[in-house]
């Protein structure tokens, strides 16, 4: 859903966040609840354009999919094996609904998924590790046709990359494949051992997630659960990194500091003050912000690149040079032309984004060039101090991933509404 974010700065950040369940959990979860004999039910899902889509997904599948309450409550055996386009063609995530129809109807059809612009994004390493499993892929223009005839059953496969959706799909085909699978180079970040926890939970049994090597003894079947999902670590650093840029104090509650480790000690090390708990953070600054030299992404445990835009929206406020490379996505710093555009110094050479100080921020208008980059345009928003207005034109990116950004950081004091939806405003705005 498009609408505007507009955006007074120079206001400090003070309060409480609590962090909503993982966007990046809740999907696979999703999908995974189609391999199960049982209702399943997720405990505190934000409302997100994605968890929606993934809605729509799976009913187009034959399940009983709605929200009750806080909670998603996902019900049916999959009636039919093929995806409805839209919803797939909108999302990265939808590639993950195919093991599992593979698994329970021996065929899957959807188109090519979408998602942010941020990179090539081949699904190659999902489809390899299927084919090594069993699995026969067609694909014609943007129609993919997996088909398994025989089955999938368990094999030995090595990731070339720790892919985080390639490491999702094999675990979800491995879940009900006949024998055992080994999955080696796989991805070890959390959201991978929270589906293993989930399939676990189910009756599956899966062994050596969040590390590299992942053994998964396929079973008959899987039962449903009642399961909450880990708390989202990039929202986490997205309000960490809003507080250093409007400065303040705001406590993260919720989320365990060391699933965002990088982020924090980044901003520790630009002179932000840290405090960890076991479950919460507490980010200050009411000081200057210092540059913080190289930084890079990275596989987990490493800088996550989600956070890599949102780290930028910080820089420009610093006093200090800072460069952010993101090894993992080519073209992830599409924010690059606004953060200009509000007069930042800033320029994007190959995978690297450099700041410089000495610019100077003032209110325009922006848009957002996709989900991170767009929480990062509003970050930035709230670094400008000269009373000027920052209004972020969202095509509906940023509501993919957080369900009510302005609110949220209206509710810790920052001069920041959701506006009128659509170029229409925008081209008002311009205009102005
Ligand atoms: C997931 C996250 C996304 C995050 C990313 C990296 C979800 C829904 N999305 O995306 O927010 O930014 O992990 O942490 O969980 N690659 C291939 N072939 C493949 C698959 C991936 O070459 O078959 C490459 C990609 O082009 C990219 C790298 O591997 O360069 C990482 O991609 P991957 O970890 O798969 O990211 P996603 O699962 O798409």
Request: with cysteine; glycine share 14%.
């Amino acid at each position: 859903m498009a609408g505007d974010y507009i955006i007074t700065g120079g206001r400090p950040l003070n309060g409480t966040v609590r962090v909503p369940a993982a966007k990046n959990s809740v999907l696979p979860l999703l999908a995974a609840s189609l391999l199960c004999s049982g209702p399943v039910r997720l405990c505190g899902v934000p409302e997100l354009a994605d968890v929606a889509e993934s809605l729509a997904l799976l009913r187009s599948a034959g399940c009983t999919a709605e929200r009750q309450g806080a909670d998603v409550r996902v019900d049916g055996v999959p009636g039919s094996g093929t995806l409805a386009a839209g919803p797939a063609g909108r999302m990265r995530a939808s590639i993950l609904f195919c093991a599992p129809l593979l698994a329970r109807l021996g065929r899957a059809q959807t188109v090519l998924p979408g998602g942010c612009r941020i990179g090539a994004r081949p699904i190659d390493l999902h489809l390899a590790g299927l084919v090594q499993m069993g699995a026969c892929p067609q694909l014609e223009g943007e129609r993919l046709l997996l088909t398994a005839p025989a089955g999938l059953h368990g094999a030995d496969i090595t990731l070339r990359f720790p892919s985080v959706g390639a490491t999702e799909t094999l675990l979800l085909a491995a879940a009900l494949a006949q024998g055992e699978t080994t999955l080696r180079g796989a991805a070890r970040e959390p959201e991978i051992e929270d589906l293993a926890a989930f399939l676990n939970r189910c009756g599956g049994r899966v062994q050596g997630a969040g590390t590299g090597t992942v053994r998964v003894q396929g079973v008959r079947r899987l039962h449903g659960c009642s399961f909450v999902p880990l708390p989202d670590r990039i929202t986490a650093a997205t309000f960490a990194c809003a507080c250093a840029a409007a400065g303040g104090r705001v406590e993260l509650a919720g989320c365990a500091p060391r699933l965002y480790a990088p982020v924090l000690e980044i901003l520790e090390q630009m002179g932000c003050g840290v405090v960890r708990r076991s479950d919460a953070a507490v980010i200050t600054r009411f000081g200057r912000l210092y540059g913080p030299g190289r930084v890079f992404t990275g596989a987990y445990p490493a800088l996550a690149t989600d956070a890599a835009p949102l780290l930028a929206a910080v820089l420009l406020c610093a006093e200090g040079p800072g460069s952010i490379e993101d090894v993992i996505f080519e073209r992830r710093f599409g924010c690059a032309a606004g953060f200009a555009a509000l007069g930042g110094r800033v320029r994007v050479e190959g995978r690297t984004l450099y700041a410089e100080p000495g610019g100077t921020l003032q209110g325009t208008v922006l848009e957002a060039p996709d989900l991170r980059g767009g929480a990062a345009l509003v970050l930035a928003g709230l670094g400008v101090g000269d009373g000027s207005c920052v209004r972020v034109l969202d095509a509906g990116h940023i509501r993919r991933g957080y369900a009510d950004l302005a609110g949220d950081l209206r509710r810790l004091g920052a001069d920041c509404r959701a506006g009128r939806t659509g170029t229409e405003a925008g081209r008002q705005t311009k205009k102005l």
